[in-house]
């Protein structure tokens, strides 16, 4: 008998591990400027041999439990309407043991919707399904996430998940080159969502 696939459901997504068959998919969404623009770790300008690295890298991070970049498909049609991604970063097969132990019960939240999909809430509806399964499954204890001071839309997100402000002013240069921009990090304990160990 073979597992079942990983999926998790939402009322109107299904969120899978990427796929070769998402290089597309995926060039689409971080090709396009005003995606790219307020992420700190995507090259730009993002070319098709990018977009195969990301999906290799995905998939590798999966197999290992260092991350579940996920894609967010449309029950409705199959459409990949975006990304929401966790990185564990104390199974990642390259930290050494004082980084595990620094990140042991850490994940990372992050999330991209391709521009045509905007304001219909799937940022919103896959990473609460994400947070639920990185605190219900994973067990982790705390998520960061990171946003831009003008990036209202991704505040909104983590704000509405009742993520609150852990480290303000964080000062980010992006990958692709240009000026630092200034965003917050904020965090979410698992203590602050889960009935059972409130006191
Ligand atoms: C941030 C992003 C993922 C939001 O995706 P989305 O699916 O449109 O978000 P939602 O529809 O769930 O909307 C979330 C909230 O932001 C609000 N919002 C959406 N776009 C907005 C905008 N341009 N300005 C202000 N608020 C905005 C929505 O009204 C909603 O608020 P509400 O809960 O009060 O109704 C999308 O804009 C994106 O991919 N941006 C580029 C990548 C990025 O910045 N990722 C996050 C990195 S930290």
């Given at each position: 008998m073979t597992a079942a696939p990983f999926a998790l459901d939402t009322?109107?997504?299904?969120?899978?591990?990427?796929?070769?068959?998402?290089?597309?998919?995926?060039?689409?969404?971080?090709?396009?400027?005003?995606?790219?623009?307020?992420?700190?770790?995507?090259?730009?300008?993002?070319?098709?041999?990018?977009?195969?690295?990301?999906v290799a890298e995905a998939r590798?991070?999966?197999?290992?439990?260092?991350?579940?970049?996920?894609?967010?498909?449309?029950?409705?049609?199959?459409?990949?309407?975006g990304i929401v991604s966790l990185r564990v970063p104390s199974a990642d097969p390259a930290a050494t043991d004082?980084?595990?132990?620094a990140d042991a019960g850490l994940g990372i939240l992050g999330y991209a919707v391709a521009r045509p999909h905007w304001r219909r809430g799937f940022a919103s509806e896959g990473a609460r399904?994400?947070?639920?399964?990185?605190f219900a499954d994973l067990r982790l204890d705390r998520l960061q996430a990171s946003a831009l001071r003008d990036n209202p839309?991704?505040?909104?997100?983590?704000?509405?998940?009742?993520?609150?402000?852990?480290?303000?002013g964080i000062v980010e240069e992006p990958r692709y080159?240009?000026?630092?921009?200034?965003?917050?990090r904020f965090?979410?304990?698992?203590r602050q969502t889960d009935p059972s160990r409130r006191r």
């Open positions: 009322p109107r997504l299904i969120l899978r591990p990427l796929a070769d068959e998402d290089v597309a998919a995926i060039h689409r969404l971080y090709a396009d400027w005003d995606v790219a623009k307020t992420l700190s770790r995507i090259d730009h300008p993002f070319t098709i041999d990018a977009a195969r690295r990301f590798a991070a999966f197999a290992s439990g260092a991350g579940y970049t996920l894609a967010m498909v449309e029950r409705d049609g199959g459409a990949v309407v004082e980084e595990r132990a399904r994400m947070v639920e399964f990185a839309a991704s505040r909104r997100v983590i704000e509405r998940l009742a993520f609150a402000v852990a480290e303000a080159g240009g000026p630092p921009r200034v965003g917050d965090v979410l304990w698992r």
